[in-house]
């Protein structure tokens, strides 16, 4: 199946400092990659739709300016979590969008990266 | 996005066969119901995904009666490595879909 990996897998900040996270799909083009967050025992948040060559579409509540999203290819999405908080600390999880053979499309997904604000 | 109900959590032992169900009243004549299997601190893993009846894979089955309101995950004969989050989610398979997680089921599975 189509393989989606993320880079780090966990990364330890200081509070105030902006990390960024990498999203690739490795054997296949996305045009759309989404990201979401879970926090500890709670189920996948989406947080945004990236969109190959345009802006990023937001769910309700999350703010654009603090999560910048770049999807500058068809096989890679960034996720920048700029001025990090503890409150930031979660875990981060990609997906993308896989054409299919018959004109479907899966989700594959990510394994996520880990981000500590210290 | 329809959305869907599941047991909070389920126990059961090596050896035996595990059922989720699944609720999904207000389902969309073009959706699909996705099964995921997800690992602490790992991403979702597809396992199966159907429109209605029985599809069955490798690692499960998936029973969708005619109404498609709800549908059930069955698991043969599971193991230890089976525990884990499972998800269902109902969704169309076009592309750009946003899929909404539910609280999933938490399966452990004991010697």
């Known amino acids: 199946g189509a393989v989606v990996s993320q880079h780090p897998s966990r990364v330890i900040c200081k509070s105030g400092t902006s990390v960024k996270i990498e999203c690739r799909s490795l054997?296949?083009?996305?045009?759309?990659m989404f990201w979401y967050r879970q926090f500890p025992k709670q189920s996948l948040m989406l947080m945004a739709t990236?969109?190959?060559?345009?802006?990023?579409?937001?769910e309700q509540g999350v703010e654009k300016d603090k999560f910048l999203i770049n999807h500058a290819s068809l096989t890679l999405s960034t996720l920048t979590v700029t001025s990090a908080h503890p409150e930031d600390s979660s875990f981060y999880i990609c997906?993308?969008?896989?054409?299919?053979?018959?004109?479907?499309?899966?989700?594959?997904f990510g394994p996520g990266t880990r981000l500590t604000v210290t | 996005l329809a959305k869907t109900t599941q047991p909070i959590s389920m126990d059961s032992y090596e050896g035996q066969e595990v059922n989720i169900t699944c609720s999904h009243n207000?389902?969309?004549?073009?959706?699909?119901i996705t099964w995921y299997q997800q690992f602490p601190s790992q991403g979702p893993r597809f396992i199966i995904q159907?429109?209605?009846t029985k599809v069955t894979n490798e690692v499960a089955s998936l029973f969708i009666p005619a109404d498609r309101k709800s549908s059930t995950l069955s698991l043969p004969r599971v193991s230890l490595s089976d525990t884990a989050v499972y998800y269902c989610?109902?969704?169309?398979?076009?592309?750009?879909?946003?899929?909404?997680f539910g609280t999933g089921t938490q399966l452990k599975v004991e010697l």
């Open positions: 997906s993308a969008d896989a054409n299919l053979a018959g004109g479907s499309y899966e989700q594959y």
């Open positions: 054997d296949f083009q996305a045009t759309t």
């Open positions: 990236s969109n190959e060559g345009s802006k990023a579409t937001y």
């Open positions: 989610l109902a969704s169309s398979t076009g592309g750009g879909n946003k899929l909404t």
């Open positions: 159907g429109y209605k």
């Open positions: 207000n389902i969309a004549t073009n959706d699909y």
